[in-house]
Structures are given as structure tokens and as C-alpha cells.
């Protein structure tokens, strides 16, 4: 299958970034929220304060980003993505660092699965994604800032305004 590369993301590629990024910044932030239920449940009480509400609100929100993922996957092999802005060396980094992303927005949510209905192992490995995510997101937000500030050159700009035409 070929077709030729866009010069931008689409308005549904921009809107599905921003959407699962909001996502992943809350189950980081709430992520332990579930732990806690989950061992309320093990000592035979009920899950504390809010953590029951948040640890629902983490499956359904884990099981979201699965989907909205798998959408955004079909969109990229369906219409492509733009080529990285940076030749060379640093271009190879961030589509390195973006497969990578996609990696992990398919890993959490499904090891996440294998911990609530099997326990462990998956549990335990499925706490690794936390620290994953915080390296990746600050070696990615950080680029994509430096593009903005420093290099001031158009990267940021076609994560926010859809391609034209
Ligand atoms: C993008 C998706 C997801 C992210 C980023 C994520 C992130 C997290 C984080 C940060 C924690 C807390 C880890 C800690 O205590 O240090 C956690 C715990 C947990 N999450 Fe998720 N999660 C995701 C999806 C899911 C899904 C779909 C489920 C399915 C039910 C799930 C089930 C769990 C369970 C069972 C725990 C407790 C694990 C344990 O302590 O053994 N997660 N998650
Ligand atoms: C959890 C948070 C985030 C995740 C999981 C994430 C994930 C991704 C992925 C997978 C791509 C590649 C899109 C593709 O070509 O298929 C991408 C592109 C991009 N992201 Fe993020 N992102 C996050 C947060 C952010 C933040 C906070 C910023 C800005 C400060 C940002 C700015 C960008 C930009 C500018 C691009 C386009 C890069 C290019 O065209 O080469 N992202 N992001």
C-alpha cells in the first residue's frame, strides 16, 4: 500500500494526540488509586475515599485509550504521517521515541487488563509503565517545546492546526 506522504496531521490525528495525552496524564496522576481498591478488595474492606470511583474511572479510561489507539494506528497506516521535521540523526530519534508511545499506549492498558482479571506478575509489570511514560513524555514534550522556543521552526504548530487542503 502506498500513498504520498502528508506535509501535516489531520484534524482527527491532532484531536486524538491531545485526547489520549489527557488520558495518560490522569491515570498517571490517579493510577494509584486502583492499587489501593485493589488491595481493599484482597483484605476483604471497601476501597477508601475516593479511590473507589478513581479506580473505576482508571479501568474505563485504560480500556479508552486501547480503543482510541487502535483508531489512531488505522489512521496512520491509512493516511499517513508527516516526515519528521529534522533530517538525520535527531528526525530518526523522534519517530524512534514515537514508535516507542505507541509501544507503551498498547502495553499499559492490556498488561493493565492482565493485572485486574490474573494478578501477578502483570500487576507489577504493569507499574513499570509509569516511570516509561515519564521519561518518554519528558524527552518528547521537552523537543517538542525546544522546536517551538529555541528552533522556532513549524513541529509544534502541526501537533495544534490541521494540514490544509
Ligand atoms: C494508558 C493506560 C494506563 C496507564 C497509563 C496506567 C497507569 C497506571 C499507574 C500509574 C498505576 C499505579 C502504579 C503504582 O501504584 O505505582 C496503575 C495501577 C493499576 N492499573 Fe493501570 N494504567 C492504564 C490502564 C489500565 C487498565 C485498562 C487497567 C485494567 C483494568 C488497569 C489496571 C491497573 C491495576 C490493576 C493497577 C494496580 C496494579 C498493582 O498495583 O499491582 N490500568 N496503572
Ligand atoms: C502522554 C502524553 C503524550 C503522548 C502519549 C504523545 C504521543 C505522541 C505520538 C505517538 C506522536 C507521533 C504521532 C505520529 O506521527 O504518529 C506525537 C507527536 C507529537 N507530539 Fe506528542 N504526546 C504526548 C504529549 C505531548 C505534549 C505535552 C506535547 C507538547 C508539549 C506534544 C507534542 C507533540 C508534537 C509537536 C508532535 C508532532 C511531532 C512531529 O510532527 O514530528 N506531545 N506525540
Keep these: 500500500m502506498s500513498h504520498p506522504a502528508p506535509t501535516g ?3 482527527a490525528q491532532i484531536t486524538l494526540h491531545w485526547i489520549i495525552a489527557a488520558i495518560v496524564f490522569f ?3 490517579f ?3 486502583m492499587a489501593h ?3 481493599a478488595r484482597e483484605e476483604g474492606g471497601t476501597p477508601a475515599g475516593a479511590d473507589g470511583a ?3 474511572a482508571h479501568y474505563w479510561l485504560g480500556i479508552a485509550v486501547l480503543a482510541l489507539v487502535a483508531l489512531r494506528l488505522a489512521l496512520r497506516v491509512a493516511r499517513g504521517v508527516p516526515a519528521p521535521v529534522d533530517e538525520g540523526l535527531t528526525g530518526k530519534l523522534a519517530a524512534g521515541m514515537h514508535h516507542l508511545f ?3 499506549l498498547v502495553a499499559a492498558p492490556v498488561t493493565g487488563l492482565l493485572g485486574f482479571y490474573a494478578g501477578e506478575p502483570w500487576g507489577g509489570v504493569h507499574t513499570v509503565a509509569k516511570p516509561l511514560f515519564i521519561v518518554l513524555i519528558l524527552g518528547h514534550a521537552g523537543a517538542a ?3 517551538a522556543f529555541w528552533l522556532h521552526d ?3 504548530r502541526r501537533m495544534l492546526v490541521p494540514q490544509r487542503g
Design 145 to 147: 517545546l525546544f522546536h
Design 9 to 11: 496531521y489531520s484534524l
Design 54 to 56: 478513581l479506580a473505576s
Design 154 to 156: 513549524g513541529t509544534l
Design 37 to 39: 481498591a485493589i488491595k
Design 31 to 33: 493510577g494509584e488509586s
Design 27 to 29: 491515570q498517571l496522576a
Design 102 to 104: 505507541y509501544l507503551l
